[in-house]
């Protein structure tokens, strides 16, 4: 996938100026974030492994486990690039990130479509599979580009609802490969 459509992907979902972005890897989809931030932005770059990471003055690097809790301010937005497959309880992980977000604040998931499991992608989330997780969020698809790896990768937006699941899923902590 190029710069371009990483950007792509993403920007339709993208306001505010703070944000996390959780399983940041190399940092090639916070490079997008920074770019559909602008000059104002901050990123907070979370991955357990960030040597690939390259230094930009807006972007704060924390080297840990996206899915134990953090010390993070208040967040227009978390994007979870291609990382939402590594967590196995995805529903109570989706509803504790909310401790993160302003009122307004917003998650973006950029996932494949259409996946089977594998030691890479061990628990896929189609979008169908997103939208049955996503409880207590609204959840809009924003974009999709085809994959390197064949089918396709997309984006949705999920915007917490006004009213709180049915259901608080039980957040267990980390449970990744």
Known sequence: MTATQRL???????????????????????TALLEALGPAGRVYAVDRDLRGLRSHPQVTPLRADFTVSLELPP????????????VRGQTGF???LRRYLKADGRLIVVEYQDRRPSPWVPYPVSFGRLEALAEGYAVERIGETPSSFGGLVY???????????????????????
């Not at 984006?155 to 490969?177: K, M």
């Open 75 to 86: 967040l227009d937005g978390i994007l979870l690039a291609n990382s939402l497959h590594y």
């Open 155 to 177: 984006a949705a937006l999920l915007l917490p609802s006004e009213t709180p699941p049915s259901v608080n899923p039980v957040w267990t902590g980390p449970h990744r490969l």
């Open 8 to 30: 792509e992907l993403i920007q339709p979902g993208v306001c505010g100026e703070t944000w996390a972005d959780f399983g940041a890897g190399s940092g090639a989809f916070t």
């Open 94 to 96: 989706l509803h504790s």
